[in-house]
């Protein structure tokens, strides 16, 4: 199994938190009272997601973010707008479409429930 990192991200409610990334293909693999881990995709090349209560959160001054690089970011903007996630330039939860930045990477964001921005980088 190659390296990996798992960004740790808050969450106000666990089961609102799963039923939000199950539109957006996770799925839950391990839940108790203080730890959440969500995973999506074939184990090898699989994204994970580790989340942590946080129930009293303000998500309107959240500052947790992560990147998740893609192979196929197509795909997962085709589940997203799939989803009831809206696009939308506030609020939340909302995304925004690819665009090609500066830096020369393609990059979707995406602000989820809990006020955490995601990245959504495609890969080279």
Known sequence: MPDIATPNLPSRNFDATAAFYAQLGFECAYK???????HRGPAGSRLVLEFFPYPDLDPYSSSFSAC?????????????????????HKDMPR???PKMEASGLTIAYMVDIDGTLI?????D
């Not at 108790?32 to 969500?38: E, S």
């Not at 795909?75 to 939308?88: K, L, N, T």
Request: net charge negative; hydrophobic share 50%; charged share 20%.
């Open 32 to 38: 108790d009272g203080g730890w959440m881990i969500l």
């Open 68 to 88: 998740l690089r893609l192979d196929d970011l197509p795909a997962m903007m085709a589940q997203i707008e799939a989803s009831d996630v809206p696009q939308r």
């Open 95 to 97: 995304f925004s479409a």
């Open 119 to 123: 990245r959504l980088i495609q890969n």
